[in-house]
């Protein structure tokens, strides 16, 4: 599976960003999809995931409320809506797939993931 992050960019503290991951693959529908997060000299860290039926998600506590993940199995993207983005959400974000055991298993730890995209930057100014 190949992974392709975009939607990133600058936007001010309370905006809202889309980020989109594009797979492209075999059976695309299914994987489990996640997004991770690693802003400047800290570890990457979960954000959100889905299962590959898209009825179940998980959230960090940071961002539980405020983003969104989703996935268009028919357009084989995942997306995360990040709403009333904070400056502490700056970050690179990575989407991931991986192979899922069951239609509703969702997974967190990134050592769980067997694909990653190449990153999209958010910078959230205060």
């Known amino acids: 599976v190949q992974l392709q992050a975009s939607g990133g960019g600058l936007v001010q503290g309370g905006d809202s960003l889309r980020l989109s991951c594009a797979a492209s693959?075999?059976?695309?529908?299914?994987?489990?999809m996640g997004w991770f997060r690693q802003a400047p000299g800290k570890e990457r860290e979960f954000v959100a995931a889905?299962?590959?039926?898209?009825?179940?998600?998980y959230y960090a506590d940071s961002v539980k409320g405020r983003f969104t993940i989703s996935r268009d199995n028919a357009k084989t993207t995942v997306y995360l809506q990040m709403n009333s983005l904070k400056p502490e959400d700056t970050a690179v974000y990575y989407c991931?797939?991986?192979?899922?055991?069951?239609?509703?298993?969702?997974?967190?730890?990134?050592?769980?993931?067997?694909?990653w995209g190449q990153g999209t930057l958010v910078t959230v100014s205060s």
């Open positions: 889905i299962s590959w039926s898209g009825y179940n998600t």
């Open positions: 693959g075999r059976t695309y529908s299914r994987y489990g």
């Open positions: 991931a797939a991986r192979a899922a055991a069951r239609s509703g298993a969702v997974y967190f730890q990134d050592s769980e993931y067997a694909y």
